[in-house]
């Protein structure tokens, strides 16, 4: 067993914090796979002698034609797990084995009953592993859940918010503000400590920008190059261009507006199954100049 818990806080729960305070939603579980639980494993298998590590990732690699690797979704699409995994390089991936990414969720658990594994009757999670009772709301600071103005595209004050941490990009419920349409989160002000609303409508652009990126084969896709790219875990993969902005960050342009574009979660493009690589969204917007709201 290793203990990671230092670096644990200070890679994943200190960010998490700093990035809900930002005015961000952040993705921590992606920081994670990439930054300390498989740096973590890969460096005590290579200083121990261990040859390879198995996970229970539900994704596949592949060989290419040159002898690298490819990072594949899962067969059971709806377990597909590469979303998170898009800060794997090369060489992790040369000391990675998924045996269950070729594998439906019921074949895992008939063969864990076979060999009277515990696991096969445990629940299955959705929550964060430091969440409790799917709260996170203890990691915060009493001066974190200052009540704030909530206010409208035009600046005009609708009500009052009960700690920006309580909210994400594409909220509803909890605003309690009477008005003649549903009114959504659009923004999140951290330096007036405003909660922006607007309509539906005001929830969909057209492009991203994506910093702290990372490409599984090492180098970014051509300019210009389509792909299907995720948001969020949950989120079908939808057409898109990529454009290489630099080094460290990448802009996409979807064919079709989409709906809570999020500062702080995970861009992930691909190819096919093939998960090219992503990076954390930290800019909405403003990719295209035909389109000032994009």
């Known amino acids: 067993m290793i203990d990671a818990s230092a670096e644990f806080y200070e890679l994943v729960i200190r960010d998490f914090v700093a990035r809900y305070r930002s005015g961000e939603t952040p993705n921590p579980c992606g920081r994670c796979n990439r930054y300390l639980r498989f740096r973590l494993a890969i460096d005590y298998a290579a200083e121990n002698g261990f040859d390879y590590i198995a996970t229970g990732h539900h994704v596949r690699v592949s060989r290419t034609e040159e002898g690298g690797y490819r990072l594949l979704r899962g067969v059971e699409r709806e377990k597909d797990q590469s979303y998170f995994l898009y800060g794997l390089s090369q060489d992790d991936l040369a000391y990675l084995l998924f045996p269950v990414g070729g594998l439906k969720k019921e074949e895992v658990f008939a063969i864990a009953r076979s060999a009277s594994l515990s696991a096969a009757e445990l629940p299955e999670s959705q929550d964060l592993c430091f969440a409790i009772d799917g709260r996170t709301d203890f990691l915060f600071g009493e001066a974190d859940f200052e009540p704030g103005p909530i206010i409208d595209l035009?600046?005009?004050?609708?009500?009052?918010?009960?700690?920006?941490?309580?909210?994400t990009i594409g909220q509803r419920r909890g605003l309690r503000i009477p008005a003649s349409q549903p009114l959504f989160v659009v923004d999140i002000d951290p330096e007036k400590n405003a909660l922006i609303v607007g309509?539906?409508?005001?929830?969909?652009?057209?492009?991203?920008?994506?910093?702290?990126?990372?490409?599984?084969?090492?180098?970014?896709?051509?300019?210009?190059?389509?792909?299907?790219?995720?948001?969020?875990?949950?989120?079908?993969?939808?057409?898109?261009?990529?454009?290489?902005?630099?080094?460290?960050?990448?802009?996409?342009?979807?064919?079709?507006?989409?709906?809570?574009i999020t500062r702080g979660q995970i861009a992930a493009i691909y190819s096919g199954d093939e998960l090219l690589g992503g990076g954390t969204i930290a800019q909405i917007g403003g990719v295209s100049a035909e389109d000032p709201r994009a």
């Open 154 to 167: 035009s600046g005009n004050r609708l009500g009052t918010h009960e700690g920006l941490p309580r909210y």
């Open 199 to 260: 309509n539906e409508e005001d929830l969909y652009r057209k492009t991203l920008i994506a910093e702290e990126t990372s490409f599984i084969s090492g180098a970014p896709p051509e300019e210009g190059l389509h792909v299907e790219a995720k948001i969020r875990y949950r989120s079908s993969p939808v057409g898109a261009t990529f454009h290489r902005i630099s080094s460290g960050r990448f802009a996409l342009e979807f064919d079709e507006p989409q709906r809570a």
